[in-house]
């Protein structure tokens, strides 16, 4: 069965370093989504990145990009420049291409020091 | 133009009373999903209609009953609540068969059964 682990309950940056928060995953497939979540203290959820495993480019969106490493099954988010706003949870989520349902990790808690 | 709207954002009720959660997306999606979200931040899907079949049926108490009027609707029905259903709802969507469709999630609806 699929699934999706975040190892970091939480992480701490200082606003304007780099942080990385980690994802790995375990599956069987070769073809499938993987996506990462933010969730403010607004609650709503909010896509902030996702990588098709075919892709070997990293995907990139401002001054968020992903590491993923398709062999060790590994889908880090790397945040530059680190903002106040991106105090957050991130949850790392994988769609399975059985039945496209989104497997979730349990999310790590960012904290932005000012 | 809100993407995907549940009402209310809060509800408070007291144990053994029913009550209902509403959802609605204007973004054309034929899937619409359920999620729980505990007081640790894990999110679980409950539910899954793709137009206005049902697809996913997690292992949830029968106390609480979706219904799909039209692809663009999903609403929650809970009949005798307990203080254990006390949690963050989320209704989402997305294209069904489309890997890298994200979901699109409503602002959630936190539930306090006192």
């Known amino acids: 069965a699929q699934t999706v682990t975040q190892s970091q309950p939480e992480m701490s940056v200082q606003e304007a370093e780099t942080v990385t928060l980690s994802c790995t995953y375990d599956t069987s497939e070769s073809d499938y989504y993987l996506f990462w979540y933010k969730q403010p203290p607004s609650r709503q959820m909010i896509l902030v990145i996702r990588q098709e495993a075919y892709k070997q480019q990293n995907a990139t969106e401002n001054r968020f990009s992903v590491n993923f490493q398709k062999a060790a099954k590994s889908f880090s988010l790397k945040i530059s420049d680190s903002q106040l706003g991106d105090a957050a949870m991130y949850f790392c989520?994988?769609?399975?291409?059985?039945?496209?349902?989104?497997?979730w990790g349990a999310g790590t808690k960012l904290i932005i020091k000012p | 133009d809100t993407a995907v709207s549940q009402t209310p954002k809060y509800l408070v009720t007291q144990m053994g009373n029913d009550k209902s959660i509403k959802c609605e997306q204007n973004l054309g999606h034929d899937t619409m999903y359920w999620y729980k979200q505990d007081s640790k931040k894990f999110l679980k899907i409950m539910f899954s209609?793709?137009?206005?079949?049902?697809?996913i049926n997690e292992t949830v108490p029968n106390r609480f009953s979706p219904k799909s009027p039209d692809k663009a609707h999903l609403n929650l029905h809970i009949n005798s609540l307990e203080l254990g259903d006390s949690a963050v709802y989320f209704c989402a969507s997305s294209h069904y068969g489309q890997k890298n469709s994200p979901l699109h999630f409503g602002n959630g609806t936190r539930l306090t059964v006192t």
């Open positions: 209609y793709n137009n206005k079949e049902l697809i």
């Open positions: 989520a994988y769609r399975m291409d059985s039945n496209y349902q989104l497997i």
